[in-house]
């Protein structure tokens, strides 16, 4: 039995990085990005109105009482509007500033009277500054800024921004294939009809679930019931197919957890076997070759659940291009600090990690539900994990971190 983090760092010591693939842009949230990026389209591209009124030359302020209202620029087309001396040019939001102006008034802070004549004069109640209301080209950047590094997370906002260069496609870390093979003879798939002593399979749409929120493509999904044959036949077609196997149930010590030996049969060598953790202890990690990855997660849906959390998703991660803050393997969820609602204790040798509810408003942290691996109601219940160390008692106010489950806006 091996430590947590010992597991862990053999793990990522074993994950390759993807490689590079270039997809559409709009596929491209969520993903890392494989190569630096250089602006190639100055932002503005050309000096622009930030309003809505009239483009004039500062200094007439003072030398006239109103301004002739010369013509209109819009957004999208340059006009050939130069400004002259005395004049204003109505612009729009966007619009290119036309030649000689310096300075744009907002419309608010403006009057226009009619003349006789039909011609237009402008009073300008509010003075403004010398190019006051003009977006100056490459304010924001310029051509040949790096505008992202390489492993960079693409988010909305910076699809935007490459879009911005007008870019349609990004080159991006490409995700692992990922084969999920359930176990278990007692296993309905949803949608049938339960006969007793039989349960559903909620594992496999939990983790498909799962590696897809990883960022991960499922290939796969295989159930295999409890006999040599099948179950070698379903993870000899996962190690095919897939570059990760995820499969649940069947890796403890029953006659029945067929998994390890029939992995090894397929030439997967076994990294470790069983874990320092509660729950998950049975957890396995194995390779075949540089390439193929196998994990094998109790089938215990709690367990399942914690044992993906702690060793798979930081794989999945790593193959996807997220780089770690610190060097250190550490669980890739979201800490929050909160203060504890009731005292617990870890009497075992591993660490537990406790069910239970954050209220992020009141940073209070309460355990939920029964702490058993087999309670999917608990679980469900629950937006955090404590890591609760063996031997330790924890005092009711102590403030711990806690990992949070399920980010949700
Ligand atoms: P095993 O690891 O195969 O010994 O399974 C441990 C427990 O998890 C047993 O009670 C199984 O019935 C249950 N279990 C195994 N696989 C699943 C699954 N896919 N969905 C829900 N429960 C499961
Ligand atoms: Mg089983």
């Given at each position: ?19 590079a ?24 591209g ?23 209202v010369?013509?209109?620029?819009p ?47 402008l ?14 080209c ?16 693409l ?29 278990g003879?007692?296993l ?32 796969r ?9 099948t ?49 998950g ?8 070759g540089?390439?193929r990855?196998?994990?094998?997660l ?8 914690v ?42 040798d ?7 509810r ?44 806690v ?7």
């Amino acid at each position: 039995m091996i430590e947590e983090d010992e597991a862990r760092n053999k793990i990522l010591e074993r994950t390759p990085i993807g490689s590079a693939v270039r997809i559409p842009l709009d596929e491209a949230c969520g993903a890392y990005l494989a190569k630096e990026l250089l602006a190639t389209v100055d932002l503005p591209g050309f000096d622009n109105s930030s309003m809505d009124g009239y483009a004039i030359r500062a200094a007439d302020q003072q030398n006239f009482e109103t301004l002739r209202v010369g013509g209109e620029q819009p957004a999208g087309p340059v006009l050939p509007l130069p400004v002259a001396e005395g004049e204003a040019i109505r612009i729009f939001t966007g619009a290119p500033i036309p030649d000689e102006a310096d300075a744009v008034v907002m419309q608010e802070d403006t009057q226009v009277e009619e003349g006789a004549d039909g011609e237009r004069w402008l009073r300008i109640t509010d003075p403004v500054e010398k190019g006051e209301n003009i977006r100056a080209c490459g304010g924001d950047l310029c051509v040949g800024q790096k505008i992202l590094s390489a492993h960079d997370l693409l988010t909305s906002s910076r699809i935007g921004l490459l879009a911005s260069q007008g870019l349609d496609w990004v080159d991006v870390i490409g995700s692992p294939r990922v084969a999920i093979v359930v176990t278990g003879d007692e296993l309905v798939p949803v949608g049938r009809p339960l006969r007793k002593g039989q349960i559903y399979n909620s594992n496999g749409p939990m983790l498909q679930t799962l590696v897809r929120q990883a960022g991960a493509k499922v290939e796969r999904v295989f159930h295999a019931k409890d006999d040599v044959e099948t179950v070698e036949f379903f993870l000899s077609e996962a190690l095919e197919h897939c570059d990760i196997t995820i499969v649940t149930g069947g890796v403890s010590v029953g006659e029945r957890d067929l998994v390890k030996d029939r992995l090894n049969a397929l030439g997967v060598d076994t990294g470790f076997w069983r874990v320092k953790v509660k729950p998950g202890k049975p957890f396995l990690f194995g390779t075949r070759g540089e390439d193929r990855l196998v994990f094998g997660l109790p089938g215990n849906p709690v367990s399942s659940y914690v044992t993906f959390l702690l060793f798979v998703l930081p794989a999945l991660l790593k193959w996807r291009g997220r780089v770690l803050d610190d060097e250190k393997a550490t669980v890739p969820l979201q800490k929050f600090k909160a203060r504890l609602l009731t005292e617990m204790s870890n009497p075992g040798d591993r660490p537990h990690y406790i069910r239970g509810r954050v209220n992020v408003e009141r940073a209070t942290f309460e355990p939920l539900g029964l702490q058993e691996s087999h309670a999917v109601f608990g679980l469900s219940q629950a937006n955090a994990l404590l890591r609760l160390d063996p031997q330790v008692e924890l005092k009711k106010h102590a403030r711990r971190d806690v990992f949070l489950l399920d980010p949700a806006w």
